[in-house]
């Protein structure tokens, strides 16, 4: 059985780029506070690689939440999720791509605001990772 592409209706996407936006909010606070929770073990010596500390954490965060569920919780809290091309809740391998795209686009500066306005003017939502993965977010319920 071949496998086609599916296409959501417009419902779907209504409101999902304010959806990522508050949903990433939400994620940074919580990658934040796994992070502070991690300091100890360093023995404080985290404080002085902070921001790879967050990067590392989130990494392995939006890699396993996706992976297990579709969507960071922060996703969830706010009900939207992850698909694939084909409508299909994203793979481990699938996940982890798009984990590595999105942690590639946030060191690199251009590729963060070039993703973050085809979020905006695209009418899936779209950011740079989903385009080249054929991922998408949409709402939960649609």
């Known amino acids: 059985m071949t496998d086609t592409p599916y296409y959501p209706t417009a419902d ?6 304010l959806k990522r936006g508050l949903a990433w909010i939400f994620d940074i606070i919580i990658i934040g506070v796994i992070c502070t ?6 023995a404080f010596t985290g404080i002085f690689f ?5 990067l590392t954490v989130g990494f392995f965060y939006r890699w396993f939440t996706i992976a297990n569920g579709s969507a960071t919780w922060g996703m969830r809290m706010f009900g939207i999720i992850l698909r694939d091309l084909y409508g299909r809740p994203l793979s481990s391998g ?5 984990t590595l795209g999105y942690t590639i686009s946030v060191c690199v500066t251009p590729l963060q605001l070039i993703s973050v306005i085809l979020m905006l003017v695209s009418r899936e939502s779209k950011g740079l990772t989903d385009y080249l993965l054929g991922t998408y977010a ?4 649609a």
């Open 12 to 17: 779907a996407f209504s409101g999902v780029t």
């Open 37 to 42: 929770l991690v300091l100890p073990f360093t």
């Open 50 to 54: 902070f921001p790879a500390l967050m």
């Open 94 to 98: 699938t996940a982890l791509a798009h």
């Open 138 to 141: 949409m709402n939960r319920y």
